[in-house]
């Protein structure tokens, strides 16, 4: 079972936005965000530790089981990373939702796409998805689920279970959970240089001004 970080902790990440955590990952020599190919289907702030799910072709017919049991096994709070590389197939949709609203699913990272879109965003609006797209087709016949909880690789970041994933409007970031801490602080260094350039851009009259304070854009 995996450890979900200090309240303390993901209210501090919800409060910075994805940008300045992508560029506090990298201080540390890691890429953390994900293509911009996943994109929020159902929007909304994403805060929470991974559990991942690997799909891969299969022309077999049966039910997604580990993407199941991630809903049903996962502490509140989680966030469902699911792997199948880009698929345009659904390997999220409405009775998943309704499992993992009942179980208290912080949201999902799909590497694929989501289905029965307006009866997630009516049933469940305060469930975020993020997805390569929306489509009907099922993954019954066309995907299978192959692993719960292993490193998966996806939008070109590998996510490891337990890393901690932010989401908003501009994209998805993966934290890695040893960096949880180090990077929670550069990220908000980051965000509080930013503020001073914007006052100064504002008090001054020029961008090229509040740039040079720092040497950040």
Not at 118 to 131: F, K, S, T
Request: proline letters at 7%; one cysteine or more; glycine letters at 10%.
């Amino acid at each position: 079972m995996l450890v979900v970080p200090p309240q303390e902790m993901i209210d501090a990440y919800r409060a910075l936005a994805t940008a300045s955590v992508a560029d506090a990952v990298e201080q540390f020599g890691v890429r953390g965000y994900l293509t911009g190919g996943i994109r929020p289907i159902l929007p909304g702030k994403l805060v929470g530790p991974a559990v991942t799910v690997l799909e891969e072709p299969s022309e077999t017919a049966e039910p997604p089981t580990y993407a199941l049991r991630a809903i049903e096994e996962s502490e509140p709070g989680s966030v469902i990373c699911i792997a199948a590389g880009g698929a345009d197939v659904a390997v999220w949709g409405g009775l998943m939702a309704a499992g993992a609203s009942v179980r208290g699913i912080g949201g999902a990272v799909l590497d694929a796409c989501v289905r029965d879109v307006e009866e997630i965003r009516r049933d469940y609006p305060n469930l975020p998805i993020y997805a390569r797209g929306s489509v009907p087709a099922t993954t019954v016949g066309r995907y299978r689920t192959v692993s719960l909880n292993e490193p998966v690789d996806m939008g070109g970041v590998t996510i490891s279970p337990g890393d901690l994933i932010i989401a908003d409007s501009d994209g998805v970031v993966c934290v890695p959970v040893a960096r949880m801490a180090e990077v929670l602080e550069a990220a908000q260094v980051i965000e509080a240089r930013e503020r001073e350039q914007t006052r100064m851009i504002h008090e001054t009259g020029s961008l090229l001004t509040g740039i040079a304070k720092h040497n950040r854009v």
